[in-house]
């Protein structure tokens, strides 16, 4: 193989590359279903923080809270014309490990339950917010990159200065405004070349 055919394969890879990604941010909006899900999850959270129960069974009941989140987001999907599953785009699947991977952390904030409960809300929040970082790659979004960092930070300063409800007070405008924040960059998007258009393209380059 020559170097100008590696150089003709990358070049096509890379293209094929940008292109699902531009497909998986355009047919799921950028997430915005999840994260305009997470608003009603923190206001959820702030009502069981702000109920006056003993911290043990605020933070067991914040963590039933949590489970509402996909549910949640498959009904906003269906509100905002969002494709939840994405078949026909391999990288959904990078999408959901992305996810997955933020079970394991919840490992850490399972721990704070115990050893420091006033702190779990906290952790969550920080848990949340970094989590959301390779989704900046995954859909092109320098916002997703941005809060992934001003969320962690802001709850560590947040959660050790004040109470858990101030907290949550707090991250229910925040994720209002980073919703309006992807669904104005969805409405930017130009119409560009789909998968199937994009693949006899690539074909016809090949050839």
């Known amino acids: 193989m020559t170097d100008n055919s ?3 394969i990358n070049e096509i890879a890379g293209i094929i590359l940008d292109e699902l ?12 279903h999840f994260i305009i899900a997470s608003i009603l999850l923190w206001t959820a959270l702030l009502i069981v923080q702000c109920s006056g129960l003993p911290v ?7 963590f039933c809270c949590t489970g509402m ?7 906003i999907s269906k509100g905002i014309g969002v494709d939840f599953q994405n078949k026909g785009n391999p990288l959904n699947g990078l999408g959901l490990l992305f996810s997955i991977n933020q079970l394991f952390y ?17 952790v969550l929040a920080m848990i949340f917010g970094a989590h959301l970082f390779p989704y900046g790659w995954l859909y092109k979004s320098l916002s997703y990159r941005i809060f992934a960092v001003v969320i962690p930070i802001g709850a560590l300063i947040l959660g050790n200065m004040y109470p858990s409800w101030d907290l949550c007070a707090v991250m229910i405008p925040t994720e209002i405004f980073f919703s309006l924040i992807l669904l104005v960059e969805c409405r930017k998007y130009s119409k560009k070349l789909s998968l199937p258009k994009l693949l006899l393209w690539v074909c016809a380059f090949i050839r």
């Open 106 to 122: 919840l490992l850490i904030a399972m721990w704070i339950y115990q050893a420091v409960p006033e702190k779990m809300v906290m």
């Open 21 to 32: 990604r531009e497909d998986c941010a355009r047919k799921q909006k950028k997430g915005a």
């Open 69 to 75: 989140l996909v549910p949640l987001a498959y009904l």
């Open 6 to 8: 590696k150089e003709n």
């Open 56 to 62: 043990l069974t605020r933070n067991l009941y914040t």
